[in-house]
């Protein structure tokens, strides 16, 4: 059987800063999702999901098993989303084209995914995906949930459990929200676009 990995990032841990501080990296992507994939490899024997994909699991898996699968999905799609800040950080090609037909503008859907993840009461995500047709809707999703579970397509996630953003923004999770906008890498968000 095989072991799930902690994923490399893809930058140095304070690439991110200061929008996300080396200190949060550390503890979020080196000690969070570490014991989610320390949780889940320890799980799996016997459970009938020793050589499932990540993605099979967290549809057809419940309790302990689903929720630490469901964290490995939503962090590898989270820390793989990110690039150094730049200013005035906007999407390009496709799915910017897409991104101006189902919100109206850049801005409006910038802030509609704000607001669904102000207003996500506890522990949870808000997400930007496409559904079958190729449309792109938010959705969001409480705990360790991720859009796959509704036959949605993942391009982009914000993480709102406390621990995303704590140790830089302690309560103010809006403004995390806010900043975050300045990181993502907007060519690989597309990537994830599969129509
Ligand atoms: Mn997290």
């Known amino acids: 059987m095989k072991n799930f990995a902690l994923m490399a990032l893809p930058y140095e841990a304070n690439a991110l800063e200061p ?46 098993i689903l929720n630490n699968a469901g964290q490995i999905l939503n962090h590898n799609l989270y820390f793989g989303q990110f690039t150094a800040p730049k200013q005035d950080n906007a999407p390009t090609g496709r799915i910017a084209a897409a991104i101006v037909r189902d919100f109206g503008s850049f801005e409006a859907f910038k802030e509609a995914f704000q607001k669904a993840g102000t207003t996500l009461f506890g522990s949870g995500w808000v997400w930007l995906s ?66």
């Open 19 to 64: 929008v996300i501080s080396r200190e949060t990296i550390a503890f979020h992507h080196g000690k969070h999702l570490a014991a989610y994939v320390n949780n889940l490899n320890a799980l799996l024997p016997g459970s009938g999901f020793e050589d499932a994909l990540l993605e099979e699991i967290v549809c057809r898996a419940e309790g302990g």
């Open 130 to 195: 496409a559904n079958k047709d190729g449309h792109l809707v938010i959705t969001q999703e409480g705990n360790a949930a991720n859009p796959v579970q509704h036959g949605l397509c993942p391009l982009l996630t914000f993480d709102v459990w406390e621990h995303a953003y704590y140790l830089d923004y302690q309560n103010r999770r809006p403004d995390h929200l806010a900043a975050l906008w300045q990181i993502v890498d907007w060519d690989t968000v597309e990537q994830r676009m599969k129509l």
